[in-house]
């Protein structure tokens, strides 16, 4: 525990729960046990951590591994390549590109943006969602309150609530069901299941979908509300 600022060199290995103001590990540091910081984290690259990580602003650089929640009070970018197994609670979240590993729910209270090839196994809570182009799978369900986009050659395994949902061309996919203010599915997207408009006419309950899909309402590839 310091009260000031904590800096660990590269190659360290450290056991034991780390307290202090920022604390910054440089690359293939090893650390287990909690992280706890009153101002910023930065992790470097190749490290590994097992324990929770808090902070004001938490960052990591590339090929990361930490097994623990992470909790930051303004914001949370993972680098490329990492894997992080454990719950995510912060503002602002970033899962950089590309080919990142997430086990656990990220919930973002601002933004949340995941980058291409990434895989998310839980569920997936912000006001506004943006999973990047493309080659990404998010395995659980998403809440999206005020915008969610699932770029193309993107999959959403698992159900979708949001107000406006964005499928862009092309291939992108929901295997479950979408209630949604309005949703615009472009080239060949689809959602398996049923769309659900919060507000429409009984006469014509597919009225908050514009269908880009290229195949019609009610066709077996086609949109179902």
């Known amino acids: 525990t310091a009260s000031g600022n904590i800096d660990i060199s590269s190659g360290s290995n450290l056991s034991g729960s780390i307290s202090g103001g920022s604390i910054t590990s440089n690359s293939n540091v090893t650390m287990s046990g909690s992280v706890k910081a009153s101002g910023s984290v930065s992790i470097g690259s190749g490290s590994t951590i097992s324990g929770p990580v808090s902070g004001s602003t938490i960052t990591t650089s590339s090929s990361v591994t930490i097994t623990g929640d992470v909790t930051a009070t303004n914001s949370f970018s993972l680098g490329s390549g990492s894997t992080l197994k454990g719950a995510t609670k912060a503002p602002v979240v970033s899962i950089d590109a590309a080919n990142s590993q997430v086990q656990g729910d990220i919930t973002a209270s601002t933004s ?22 493309s080659g990404l799978v998010v395995t659980g369900d998403v809440k999206a309150s005020n915008s969610l986009t699932i770029a193309s050659g993107n999959g959403v395994k698992g159900n979708v609530e949001g107000g406006t949902v964005t499928l862009d061309s092309s291939n992108a996919y929901i295997t479950g069901n979408a209630l949604v203010d309005h949703i615009t599915l472009g080239w060949q997207g689809r959602v398996q299941q049923t769309i659900t408009c919060k507000a429409y006419t009984p006469s014509y309950p597919c009225s908050c979908v514009t269908n880009n899909s290229g195949w019609g309402f009610n066709e077996a590839q086609g949109p179902k509300c």
């Not at 949340?112 to 182009?133: R, Y």
């Open 112 to 133: 949340l943006v995941v980058g291409s090839g990434s895989q998310v196994k839980g569920n997936l809570t912000s006001p506004t969602i943006d999973l990047k182009a």
